[in-house]
C-alpha cells in the first residue's frame, strides 16, 4: 500500500515563502508522474505543478515563476518550493502520485496540507 504523506504546510504572509514536502512509502522513481494539486476554499481541486520520471515538469500558468518541484529520489521526497506567496494562493495542497500499468492508471493521493496566506 503506498502511502503519502504531505508536510510544511501554514500560515504565512503575502510575499512568503513555504516549502511543502511529500514523503512516499514507496520508492519514487517507480511512479510515472508526480504532483501537487491544490483545493481553495468553494473551489475545485486543480493541478499546480507536475513532475514526470524523466523529470519534465509542468506548472499551473498561475503559479508559473513562482512555485517549483524539486523532488530528491534517495528520500523518497517529492517538495513543492512556493515564493512570491498570494492570498489567493490558499488552499489545501494535495501530492498526487500516478503509475501506469499498461494503460491503467493507478492514482495515489496524500490527505493534503492547509496553507493560508494571510498579513
Known amino acids: 500500500q503506498v502511502q503519502l504523506v504531505e508536510s510544511g504546510g501554514g500560515l504565512v504572509q503575502p510575499g512568503g515563502s513555504l516549502r511543502l514536502s511529500c514523503a512516499a512509502s514507496?520508492?519514487?522513481?517507480?511512479?510515472?508522474?508526480m504532483g501537487w494539486y491544490r483545493q481553495g476554499p468553494g473551489k475545485e481541486r486543480e493541478s499546480v505543478a507536475a513532475?514526470?520520471?524523466?523529470?519534465?515538469?509542468n506548472y499551473a500558468d498561475s503559479v508559473k515563476g513562482r512555485f517549483t518541484i524539486p523532488r530528491d529520489n534517495a528520500k523518497n521526497t517529492l517538495y513543492l518550493q512556493m515564493n512570491s506567496l498570494k492570498p489567493e494562493d490558499t488552499a489545501v495542497y494535495y501530492c498526487n502520485a500516478d503509475k501506469y500499468y499498461g494503460i491503467n492508471k493507478v492514482a495515489y493521493w496524500g490527505k493534503g496540507t492547509l496553507v493560508t496566506v494571510s498579513s
Open positions: 513532475i514526470s520520471s524523466g523529470g519534465s515538469t
Open positions: 514507496t520508492g519514487i522513481f517507480r511512479f510515472n508522474t
